[in-house]
DNA sequence: ACACTACGATAGTAATACTATTATATTTGC
DNA sequence: GCAAATATAATAGTATTACTATCGTAGTGT
């Protein structure tokens, strides 16, 4: 990636967090071990304190932060959302052809993650791992419409609105912008997922056959053919 | 639902249960309160002593059908899917043209659930917004490969599996058949979750909208002409 | 030197997710 | 109709989780 992304920090919603985890050391090490031990761990099984003996800091000092580990989930979900999110719009803001500026921006979202280091702390490729894992697990949730009304899932949601958007401009006519958009976010999620865990239930083997696979859906299902 | 269904029973995968609720009135009960638990309070907040109130009996004697509530939840969905699948082979077997075989199919993935009466101590319209809310939550877990090398999903794909089947046989060009019948699976629950918490990030509003917006999305990929 | 904040250490609570044991009720087999 | 087998209920107990609250201290800013 390049520097200007190194050097912008992206807006969480504040009241995920009870403090910024990106104003000191401490903050800082709660966000990068807390990506590799619920990696590790799964979400189930992580808590605070095992957090706390990784970093060799307390658990309490860690309840500073968040109130509880599905608050640093949804803090970790945002700024993922919000990485892509850059990504997408960096990538695709220069491209005049419609077609193509959608095409570009299927191949951001379904695209394997690599290593990215313009957020020293964080490993983007362990994080995509956990948003594969457990995104869901942050809405499916009892709490869900309220922590919705909180703003909690304004990123995610303004990228489906771009992506929508995208699909519009491509196809005018199309009467499901919006929930193609969904489907491409978390059905890319959920091959990757099948590709590691249910091989049988998906053709995407390859490192781009995701990216192949929505960009057929996609460009069919609005009536384009997709000739490069 | 007709009376053929029902008489049967569904198969669900032995090592799924301590003891078969199916073989009991207690087991009938902590399936048919189980599910109205699960809904009421989410999976997260319910407890096997919670059910136990519920139904008037000891926690200990709900730990003899279920080692826990995550194998109650697999039970619940390989139920489910089974009740699916059954459907699906009813209502699609008798039809000859592939393409209204299929359209068929992915109407009786897709659609609502309303109320059937066939098994009494199951209400499969509150099981269907189980699935909604909390399926994924019974793959999205450490433990997923030891479990599917176990059996526990297999009426899953075997379901996943036939969709794919006649997906193929629509357009055996088609390159992503299983991709398509996953996407499908997964992306409707999605669409009726969306509906109900994130309207904003859906079209599909009205009772047949999903069914409309998936029959046009294959139909689309497979480069055929829905014409009803 | 003082205030202020951050962090660590310790203690404590209610609930969860069980396991084990024993007692009682119900079913069934003869 | 009674004994044996089985199912369920009741109770107790454990380790862990998910916190909250308090206190002491180290470092920082003025």
Known sequence: ???????????????????DPQSSELGKKIIEHGILLIHQLGFEDFTFKKLGV???SNESSIYRYFENKH???LYLTSWYWGWLEYQLVFSTNSIQDKNQKLKKAIEI??????EDSS????NEVILNKIIINEYSKSYLTKEVDKENKEGYFIIYKRLAD????????????YPFPTSLASTLL???LHQYFLRDHFTSLTECKESNSVTLYFTDLVFNSLNIKNNG
């Open 119 to 122: 957020f020293s702390y964080i």
């Open 54 to 56: 990784q970093i060799g």
């Open 1 to 19: 990636m390049d520097r200007l992304l190194r050097s912008i920090k992206l807006e969480i919603n504040e009241k995920i967090y009870k403090k």
């Open 71 to 73: 608050k640093l989930l």
């Open 162 to 173: 771009r992506l929508s958007e995208m699909i519009s401009l491509v196809n005018p006519e």
């Open 109 to 114: 979202i379904t695209r394997e993650i690599e």
């Open 186 to 188: 978390e059905g890319s």
